[in-house]
Every structure is written in structure tokens, then in C-alpha cells.
């Protein structure tokens, strides 16, 4: 029995090491026909890392043939088997583009776009492969609105606006966070949170975002000189009303009560410095 399985071991050995040799010499010193069913076999037998030696080597030789366009869907599918996600979703998408009559245009769109999001790292990290999925999945929604994948893809839309939300609500936290340490991140910070709040109507963030935009401001006018204070007042009185208008029943409606009663103490002092002023400016006015 130990005999016939040192048989079968030897002979797959052998087969392996026959397929080797003679890939390797297709590679190197074959031709180009030779080179391109080399390349189909690997990719058929799921051997992408060698079919895309392969395919590279003839791309040149194809390039506006009726072949090529075999050759560049095979090579988008071989990178995405690969993981190599990001040139997945750009030779997918260079496939839409050469060829848009192609009978795999919509799974090659639907495939650029989750390539990319495959590609797109956590929320925290540079955001370029998530916004090319972003626009890839829109394209493939409006193109394809009755595809079998349409669910499919709004689902992955979804997620990724979603994961784009939470980066620039992180942001705008982080420079709330280290106001204390830089009052300049005050600004920086009211800012973020007012762009998070434009740019996606209806985030799942926008409770958290219009409390800590109201915090921002109200932190903002206690930091700020006396002389400062009316305008920033003013804007910090609109971020509760804002707040209060969107969300009445807020979780986080009884601290930013707390807030706006520390907003209208200080305008009311505020408001009695500046009526101070003014009598002041009238009497130097009647004196001259």
C-alpha cells in the first residue's frame, strides 16, 4: 500500500515539476501565441500570479486586436484573485471604457467599484481608493438600475458614505479635542463640523455633530476676550437653536441647556459692557 502511495506522491511530483519546466520556458523563450494559451491555462487552472507574468509579456503584442479585450478582463479578475484590489479597480474600470458594448460590462463596473472599496483602508487613513468606490458605485447605480446587484451596490454605497462620515466627524472632534491646547482649533473645528453637516444631509452623525458643533462654539466665546465675545455669542445661541430644531428630544438636550444658560449670562454682561461703552462715546460727544 506504502508502495502505491510513494507512486502517486512521485507522480504528481513529476506532473508539477513538467508543469513548471514548461511554463518557465514559455515565459522566456516562447512565443507570443504560445505565450497567450500559457496565460489562459494559468488563469483557468486559478494560477493568477503566473498568468499575470504572462498576460504583461503580451499585452504589447495584442494591444487593438479582438483578443485584448479577452486579455484585459482576464487580467483585471487575475489582480482582483490576487488581493491586489486597487489595479483591479482601475483595469476593470479601463475595460468599461475600452470596451462599453462588451457583454461584461456591468459585472466589470459593479467589480471596479468593489474593488476599490476592498482597496479602501479604515476610516482613519487616506480616504482616495474610498472615494473612487464612492464614484464607481454611483456610476454602476445609474447606469445599471435594474441590475440583479442594484441592492448589492447601494448597500456598499451606503457604507462607504457612511465611512467617509465618520472620518471627517473624527477630524472635527480631534480639533475640538485639542482646542484647549491651541485655541486656534476652535475655528478649525466649528468649521469641520459645519462642512460634515453641508456636505452629507441626513449623516447618521447629525445629533453628535450639532452638539459638538454647539460645544465648539460655547467653549470657543469662554476662551475668547470681551471684545470678541458678541458675534461668537451670537453664533454659539444659534448652534443650540439649530440643535434644538433638528433634534428637540436630544439626548443631549440637558447639557447644551446648561450651555445656552451660560451663553445668555455672559451676552446679557456682554450687552452691559457695550450699553457701558455707548454712554460713554455720547458723553465725550457732548463735551466737544
Known amino acids: 500500500m506504502q508502495k502505491?502511495?510513494?507512486?502517486?506522491?512521485?507522480?504528481?511530483?513529476?506532473?508539477?515539476?513538467?508543469?513548471?519546466?514548461?511554463?518557465?520556458?514559455?515565459l522566456?523563450?516562447?512565443?507570443?501565441?504560445?505565450q497567450y494559451q500559457m496565460a489562459v491555462k494559468m488563469y483557468e487552472t486559478k494560477k493568477y500570479a503566473k498568468s499575470l507574468r504572462l498576460f504583461e509579456?503580451?499585452?504589447?503584442?495584442?494591444?487593438?486586436?479582438?483578443?485584448?479585450?479577452?486579455?484585459?478582463?482576464?487580467?483585471?479578475?487575475?489582480?482582483?484573485?490576487?488581493?491586489?484590489?486597487?489595479?483591479?479597480?482601475?483595469?476593470?474600470?479601463?475595460?468599461?471604457?475600452?470596451?462599453?458594448?462588451?457583454?461584461?460590462?456591468?459585472?466589470?463596473?459593479?467589480?471596479?467599484?468593489?474593488?476599490?472599496?476592498?482597496?479602501?483602508?479604515?476610516?482613519?487613513?487616506?480616504?482616495?481608493?474610498?472615494?473612487?468606490?464612492?464614484?464607481?458605485?454611483?456610476?454602476?447605480i445609474n447606469a445599471y438600475p435594474n441590475s440583479d446587484k442594484i441592492d448589492e451596490a447601494n448597500q456598499h454605497y451606503k457604507d462607504l458614505r457612511y465611512k467617509l462620515q465618520k472620518k471627517y466627524f473624527e477630524i472635527a472632534k480631534t480639533y475640538y479635542t485639542t482646542a484647549e491646547y491651541d485655541s486656534r482649533n476652535y475655528k478649525a473645528?466649528?468649521?469641520?463640523?459645519?462642512?460634515?453637516l453641508s456636505d452629507y444631509l441626513g449623516s447618521e452623525f447629525k445629533e453628535e455633530a450639532l452638539y459638538y458643533r454647539l460645544k465648539c462654539a460655547h467653549d470657543y466665546v469662554l476662551k475668547s476676550t470681551d471684545r470678541r465675545k458678541e458675534s461668537r455669542i451670537k453664533d454659539a445661541i444659534d448652534a443650540y437653536e439649530k440643535l434644538e430644531r433638528n433634534f428637540p428630544e436630544s439626548q443631549f438636550m440637558e447639557e447644551s441647556n446648561k450651555m445656552l444658560a451660560t451663553l445668555k449670562k455672559e451676552e446679557k454682561r456682554i450687552d452691559g459692557i457695550i450699553a457701558q461703552i455707548k454712554d460713554l462715546q455720547k458723553e465725550n460727544t457732548k463735551e466737544k
Request: net charge positive; hydrophobic share 35%; glycine share 4%.
Open 4 to 26: 502505491f502511495k510513494n507512486l502517486a506522491y512521485l507522480v504528481v511530483f513529476s506532473v508539477m515539476l513538467f508543469s513548471c519546466g514548461e511554463y518557465q520556458k514559455v
Open 28 to 34: 522566456n523563450k516562447g512565443s507570443v501565441e504560445d
Open 57 to 140: 509579456k503580451i499585452t504589447p503584442a495584442y494591444r487593438g486586436k479582438p483578443q485584448m479585450e479577452r486579455v484585459q478582463y482576464m487580467v483585471a479578475q487575475s489582480n482582483f484573485n490576487e488581493k491586489n484590489y486597487s489595479l483591479a479597480g482601475y483595469y476593470f474600470d479601463r475595460f468599461t471604457k475600452n470596451y462599453p458594448k462588451s457583454s461584461k460590462n456591468e459585472e466589470a463596473s459593479f467589480l471596479s467599484a468593489l474593488s476599490y472599496k476592498l482597496a479602501s483602508p479604515v476610516f482613519s487613513k487616506d480616504p482616495t481608493d474610498t472615494n473612487k468606490a464612492l464614484e464607481a458605485f454611483q456610476s454602476f
Open 189 to 196: 473645528a466649528i468649521q469641520a463640523f459645519d462642512n460634515l
